[in-house]
C-alpha cells in the first residue's frame, strides 16, 4: 500500500532562520506531489506542486521553494523564515490528473518566532 | 479554476443522517466533485468522488444534480467521531494541478 510520510511533526524557528520540510511518498511511482499551507481556520493554499523530478510549479510567490530530487521526494525550504511563513504545511500526493483524489501526510506545525 | 462554496458551520445530533450542500457554479464540463474530511492537526483525507448522479461508498453518498451546479454529501448516522472541517473540491480536469480550497464546512455532532 502506498504511505506518505512528513517530517518533523512540530517545528519552532527564530525569524530569518533557514527552513527544510522533506516528504516521501512509499508504494507508488511517478506521484504528482504537492506542498500546501494552512493557515488556522482557512483552507489549503497551493504553494508548490511537482508532476516529476525537476519539475517545479509554484504558485504563490514567496520566500519559500522546493525541490523534488528524486522521484517520491518533495522538499520545501527557505533560506530565511519570515514571521508571516507560520502555519501548517502538508504535503500530499496523487497519480494520473488532477482529477484523481489527493493523499496527505500528517503535517508540519509551523512556529517562527 | 471553480470555486465553490459551503455553510461555514453546521451542527447534528448522534445518529443522524447529516447533508453538506456544495455550490459550484462554474465547474467545468471534465471536471470532477470531491470532498474530504479533516480532523485537527491532521491533513485532509479523501472521502467521496463523482461526476453525476449519486455515488455511494462505505462511508457516504454523493448527490450530484444534473447540472452539476451543486453537490450534497451525506453521512449517514453520524457519530461524535464525525466532527470535524468538511471541504469540497472542485477542478483538476484540464491538467491544472490547481485547487483552491475554501474554508470547509465545520461539523460539531452533538451527544
Known amino acids: 500500500s502506498q504511505t506518505i510520510h512528513q517530517w518533523p511533526a512540530t517545528l519552532v524557528q527564530p525569524v530569518g532562520s533557514p527552513l527544510s520540510l522533506e516528504c516521501t511518498v512509499e508504494g507508488t511511482s511517478n506521484p504528482n506531489l504537492y506542498w500546501y499551507r494552512q493557515a488556522a481556520g482557512r483552507g489549503l493554499q497551493l504553494l508548490f506542486y511537482s508532476v516529476g523530478i525537476g519539475q517545479i510549479s509554484s504558485e504563490v510567490p514567496q520566500n519559500l521553494s522546493a525541490s523534488r530530487p528524486q522521484d517520491r521526494q518533495f522538499i520545501l525550504s527557505s533560506k530565511k523564515l519570515l514571521l508571516s511563513d507560520s502555519g501548517f504545511y502538508l504535503c500530499a500526493w496523487n497519480t494520473g490528473d488532477g482529477n484523481q483524489p489527493q493523499h496527505f501526510g500528517d503535517g508540519t506545525r509551523l512556529s517562527i518566532l | 479554476l471553480a470555486k465553490t462554496t459551503q455553510p461555514i458551520s453546521m451542527d447534528s445530533y448522534e445518529g443522524q443522517e447529516v447533508n453538506i450542500t456544495c455550490s459550484h457554479n462554474n465547474i467545468a464540463t471534465n471536471d470532477y466533485i470531491t470532498w474530504y474530511q479533516q480532523f485537527p492537526s491532521q491533513g485532509p483525507r479523501f472521502i467521496i468522488q463523482g461526476y453525476k448522479t449519486k455515488v455511494t461508498n462505505e462511508v457516504a453518498s454523493l448527490f450530484i444534480p444534473a447540472d452539476r451546479k451543486s453537490s450534497t454529501l451525506s453521512l449517514p448516522r453520524v457519530s461524535l467521531s464525525d466532527t470535524a472541517v468538511y471541504y469540497c473540491?472542485?477542478?483538476?480536469?484540464?491538467?491544472?494541478?490547481?485547487?483552491?480550497w475554501g474554508a470547509g464546512t465545520k461539523l460539531i455532532i452533538k451527544p
Open positions: 473540491l472542485v477542478g483538476g480536469s484540464d491538467s491544472n494541478y490547481q485547487l483552491i
